[in-house]
């Protein structure tokens, strides 16, 4: 079955750096784009980041662009989102997904709190 598990999340001060990792399992994942969303504390999801299946074609909601990068690498079934110049509003669960028509599949979310 489709797994997504996410990784890396945590603690870190205003200004600093994260790494997030997807590890992906149960379906073909060179084929499908990957999206990266998050959750705030007592708000709706938002949508960050997405990559294509190749990698080649990349995604940012305005409120992380030139800040996040997403990568993806495809022999490890793994997708990546690098969080630079983190800010306290960026404090969120985030989630890793992915579309296999019918179905939206979803990870667990690793949590990320930016705080001093």
């Known amino acids: 079955q489709v797994q997504l598990v996410e990784s890396g999340g945590g603690l870190v001060q205003p200004g600093g750096s994260l790494r997030l990792s997807c590890a992906a399992s149960?379906?073909?994942?060179?084929?499908?784009?990957m999206s990266w969303v998050r959750q705030a504390p007592g708000k709706g999801l938002e949508w960050v980041s997405g990559?294509?299946?190749?990698?080649?074609?990349?995604s940012y909601a305005d409120s992380v662009k030139g800040r996040f990068t997403i990568s993806r690498d495809n022999a490890k079934n793994t997708v990546y989102l690098q969080m630079n110049s983190l800010k306290p509003e960026d404090t969120a669960v985030y989630y890793c997904n992915v579309d296999i028509i019918p179905y939206r599949y979803w990870g667990q979310g690793t949590q990320v709190t930016v705080s001093s």
């Open positions: 149960g379906f073909t994942f060179s084929t499908y784009a």
């Open positions: 990559i294509n299946s190749g990698g080649g074609s990349t």
